[in-house]
């Protein structure tokens, strides 16, 4: 199986000024954005589980966009700083990384180095799931004690969302299963899930794929007979004319990706409001 997908994008530009700031939380770096003065009104919070590419300037610039819309949110580096630099989204495994021109020689030495066979059994989902466990009770600690301000403002300081893209779609859902503090979850093009991971599922998931990915196929099968069983409130759209990274890494000089990366966002931030603790809540699908 080819996974090519999951690394190739188009990443934010370098004039791009995140929002945001980066501290520890449990001896793990996170990028948190924050609601900027008193343009939103704080709606929750929101734990984004990132891409092979960790606090790349793409994930920043999502982050602060929920948080332009009223969700705080924190992008964990659960890779340790060994994440996939952002240069690697413009080569093609395979190919001759001399035939490119738009690399300097600095860069080209850190392709060269990155062999993904190793990179992978680097950050195996077990260990990633194991940090994620780790950190959770200090962040819901943190979370929890610096919104309880937010209750006046009739939001319920509680509604935590999680959101996976690609590798982060994985531990996510893990979440949308055990995780009681959890609101709702929002997966895009999530990659190497097994069919344990979409069962029993105890919270809501949206869950977004690409047309074309090497992993939708199996994907929307394993979805549509596993979903409607677990009982839980689920959305599962493919989204036409799309491809793997499109909710994150998108061309945004493309007019057409723009759109469909604005869609998915909005997308998002519907069902986040749909499934918030303050809305009163729907029994039908």
């Known amino acids: 199986m080819s996974t090519c997908e ?73 890779f340790e700083g060994d994440a996939l630099p ?15 021109d738009i690399f300097t020689p600095q860069e080209k030495d850190i392709i060269r180095n990155i062999h993904m066979p190793t990179w992978l059994d680097r950050h195996p989902p077990s260990h990633i799931a194991s940090l994620i466990n780790q950190f959770l009770p200090e962040f819901l600690k943190t979370n929890s004690s610096s919104h309880s301000e937010h209750d006046s403002h009739g939001i319920s300081a509680s509604n935590l969302y999680v959101i996976g893209h690609c590798f982060g779609g994985k531990h996510a859902l893990n979440l949308a299963r055990n995780e009681s503090d959890v609101t709702s979850v929002i997966v895009f093009h999530p990659s190497f899930l097994e069919s344990l991971d979409t069962e029993h599922l105890k919270k809501p998931v949206f869950m977004g794929l690409a047309e074309t990915d090497v992993f939708t196929p199996g994907l929307s099968g394993t ?36 759109a469909m990366f604005a869609e998915a966002f909005n997308d998002g931030l519907r069902w986040m409001e749909s499934t918030s603790s303050d809305t009163p809540k729907i029994t039908s699908r």
């Open 223 to 258: 979805m549509l007979s596993q979903l409607p069983s677990s009982g839980a409130k689920y959305k599962l759209l493919v989204y036409g004319g799309t491809k793997h990274g499109f909710a994150s890494r998108s061309d945004l000089g493309d007019e057409t990706a723009k």
């Open 86 to 100: 952002d240069i690697f989204m413009k080569y093609l495994p395979g190919t001759d990384l001399e035939s490119y």
């Open 6 to 78: 999951c690394f190739s994008g188009v990443p934010a530009g370098a004039d791009y000024q995140p929002s945001g700031s980066f501290s520890t939380v449990a001896g793990l770096k996170v990028y948190k954005s924050t609601l900027q003065g008193s343009r939103s009104r704080y709606r929750g919070s929101i734990l984004f589980f990132p891409d092979g590419f960790g606090l790349a300037r793409h994930n920043q610039r999502l982050a602060d966009m929920y948080a332009e819309h009223g969700y705080e949110t924190t992008i964990i580096d659960y």
